[in-house]
């Protein structure tokens, strides 16, 4: 015997409870006291993000701990506060994050400024042979070059048949 859903005439499993799939899931959506809890936790959720949001003074004390401690120890310390705001494992993460683009932000800004500054440095020219041997004359060392105990590999047969010669 076969079964059929009671919506469409689609034909279901004897263990389904009357309906296919997607009729079940109609069925639910249409249904006044799901709607309203969805809305209801929805709702909550918004609430209890707002609640997450950090003071500016929580913030700064968060950074500052940040700077000497590390993640785990500062929410530690967080936790054991009795001025009563609560502070998650995540908002401490997320002030290391904020920490490192604050941080990027000023490398990057100094790096833009040295190469303004390179900009316009005027361009050495390179010494001539008299030059050298004058400073040579006045005490500079030589620098011994580095010189490699193997070939580079532009001066090897290379492949997979090297290992049998």
């Given at each position: 015997m076969t079964h059929s859903c009671c919506d469409c005439a689609r034909p279901v499993t004897k263990y389904s409870k009357?309906?296919?799939?997607?009729?079940?899931?109609?069925?639910?959506?249409?249904?006044r006291a799901v709607i309203e809890k969805r809305t209801n936790t929805l709702r909550t959720r918004?609430?209890?993000?707002?609640?997450?949001?950090?003071?500016?003074?929580?913030?700064?004390l968060v950074r500052a701990l940040l700077r000497q401690h590390s993640v785990s120890d500062t929410y530690a310390a967080l936790k054991r506060r009795e001025d009563g705001q609560p502070v998650t494992y995540?908002?401490?993460r997320q002030q290391v994050r904020f920490m490192q683009e604050d941080v990027a932000v000023e490398a990057?800004?100094?790096l833009s400024s040295a190469a303004a500054l390179v900009a316009h440095a005027p361009v050495k020219r390179p010494l001539t042979f008299e030059e050298q041997l004058a400073r040579v004359a006045a005490g500079a060392a030589l620098v011994p070059t580095?010189?490699?105990s193997r070939p580079d590999p532009s001066r090897t047969l290379g492949g997979v048949a090297t290992g049998m010669l």
């Open positions: 009357g309906r296919c799939r997607s009729c079940a899931s109609k069925a639910v959506n249409r249904d918004a609430v209890t993000k707002k609640a997450e949001v950090l003071t500016p003074a929580t913030t700064s995540n908002q401490v990057l800004a100094a580095f010189r490699q």
